[in-house]
């Protein structure tokens, strides 16, 4: 059983930054790729960035690309997203997710956090 928790999220005026942070129990993180999701009011959850293993790989959607950056830190069991250039059309939960592969679907995920809100202020 793996457990992610988020943080990091909170409300910042349009053109700041935030970091978000998704910590992962359990000693097998970096056999995992992990992905970065949010869902906004209203909306479907819509798939964000994703990272692999190593953190050689990484895939952006083509609304953040350019102002998100994901990472991770494998010693410290933890992936991150840097958020630059906020926009209040980015607002909303924010999710991490750890799946065998790096990829969009977010149905191919097999845990999940509980989400992290944004709020961007225009």
């Known amino acids: 059983q793996v457990q992610l928790v988020e943080s990091g999220g909170g409300l910042v005026q349009a053109g700041g930054s935030l970091r978000l942070s998704c910590l992962a129990s359990g000693r097998t993180f970096s056999m995992y790729a992990m992905g970065w999701f949010r869902q906004a009011p209203g909306k479907e959850r819509e798939f964000v960035a994703t990272i692999n293993r190593s953190g050689g790989s990484k895939y952006y959607a083509d609304s953040v690309k350019g102002r998100f950056t994901v990472s991770r830190d494998n010693a410290k069991n933890t992936v991150y997203l840097q958020m630059n250039s906020l926009k209040p059309e980015d607002t909303a939960v924010y999710y991490c997710?750890?799946?065998?592969?790096?990829?969009?679907?977010?149905?191919?995920?097999?845990?999940w956090g509980q989400g992290t809100q944004v709020t961007v202020s225009s």
């Open positions: 997710a750890l799946g065998v592969f790096e990829t969009v679907v977010a149905g191919d995920y097999k845990y």
